[in-house]
């Protein structure tokens, strides 16, 4: 057995996230303990990139949503579609309104961030009552904006009772990236992978690149699992 994997039985009870002294910003990276990718997609505002979703419901492909209580609130017909899967889709907390679990004044990627305890408290269990109120389980893992954390946010976060999602590969850098590139970054993950990725820009080339590498890899026999039915085992952070 792997005793720094996490299950979802263990959830609650053990941090994901290695303590990282003397950093101002944690990016917390994990993986899978198991022969299999876990694709993740933050959805944070706007819209739906159905080039993704097609693909995913096509192959029926698991895939774990990090959600924002405004996407959902502006997408209910693809919330439907996903509430439809729920063996396929694990919806879960991206926060309120898309706010980064960051304290004081810094400002990453040029965001406003939480700034407080208590807005960051806010920012995430109004995200997980968002999903609730689709009729889906109660998140129980975080991803917050920009995916950075204060230091000191990150055993509040698991002290209200979510894990935080890390990742092993980065997609699409915030579905900034041109479709090659995406294709050919998602195309290479390895069994073990936690992909990051985003399915709310249908208006950038990135999606479609992302659609691509995930056919590949499925072409390639890779099996998918969600965040929700996996263990996962913490990787060194990365600080900023």
Do not use: K
């Given at each position: 057995m792997?005793?720094s994997?996490?299950?979802?039985?263990?959830?609650?009870a053990?941090?994901v996230?290695?303590f990282?002294?003397g950093?101002?910003?944690?990016?917390?990276?994990?993986?899978l303990a198991?022969?299999a990718?876990?694709l993740t997609?933050?959805a944070?505002?706007?819209g739906?990139d159905?080039?993704?979703?097609d693909?995913?419901l096509a192959r029926?492909?698991?895939?774990?949503?990090?959600v924002?209580?405004?996407?959902?609130r502006a997408?209910p017909?693809?919330?439907a579609v996903?509430?439809?899967?729920?063996g396929?889709?694990?919806?879960?907390?991206?926060?309120?309104r898309h706010v980064?679990?960051?304290l004081?004044?810094?400002?990453?990627?040029?965001?406003?961030?939480?700034g407080?305890?208590?807005?960051?408290?806010?920012?995430?269990l109004?995200g997980?009552?968002s999903?609730?109120a689709t009729?889906?389980?109660?998140p129980t893992?975080?991803?917050g904006?920009?995916a950075l954390?204060?230091?000191e946010?990150?055993?509040?976060?698991?002290?209200w009772?979510?894990a935080?999602?890390?990742f092993?590969?980065n997609?699409?850098d915030?579905a900034?990236?041109p479709?090659a590139a995406?294709?050919?970054r998602?195309?290479?993950?390895?069994?073990g992978d936690v992909?990051?990725?985003h399915i709310n820009h249908p208006?950038r080339?990135a999606g479609a690149?992302?659609a691509?590498?995930?056919?590949?890899?499925?072409d390639?026999g890779?099996r998918f699992?969600?965040?929700?039915?996996?263990?996962?085992t913490?990787?060194?952070?990365v600080?900023?």
């Amino acid at each position: 057995m792997c005793t720094s994997c996490v299950s979802r039985r263990s959830l609650l009870a053990a941090a994901v996230v290695p303590f990282c002294p003397g950093a101002s910003l944690v990016e917390p990276r994990m993986a899978l303990a198991a022969p299999a990718v876990a694709l993740t997609l933050d959805a944070c505002m706007g819209g739906v990139d159905r080039r993704i979703l097609d693909v995913l419901l096509a192959r029926r492909i698991p895939a774990t949503l990090f959600v924002t209580g405004r996407w959902l609130r502006a997408n209910p017909e693809t919330v439907a579609v996903l509430r439809a899967n729920p063996g396929q889709f694990s919806l879960q907390d991206h926060g309120a309104r898309h706010v980064p679990a960051v304290l004081g004044a810094l400002r990453p990627y040029g965001l406003r961030v939480a700034g407080s305890m208590d807005a960051v408290r806010a920012e995430v269990l109004g995200g997980a009552d968002s999903v609730a109120a689709t009729g889906a389980t109660r998140p129980t893992w975080y991803r917050g904006a920009t995916a950075l954390y204060s230091p000191e946010a990150i055993p509040a976060i698991e002290g209200w009772g979510f894990a935080i999602a890390g990742f092993s590969l980065n997609a699409d850098d915030g579905a900034s990236l041109p479709a090659a590139a995406v294709a050919r970054r998602v195309a290479a993950a390895r069994p073990g992978d936690v992909v990051i990725g985003h399915i709310n820009h249908p208006e950038r080339s990135a999606g479609a690149g992302l659609a691509e590498g995930v056919a590949a890899l499925a072409d390639r026999g890779m099996r998918f699992a969600t965040l929700e039915e996996a263990q996962v085992t913490p990787l060194p952070c990365v600080t900023r």
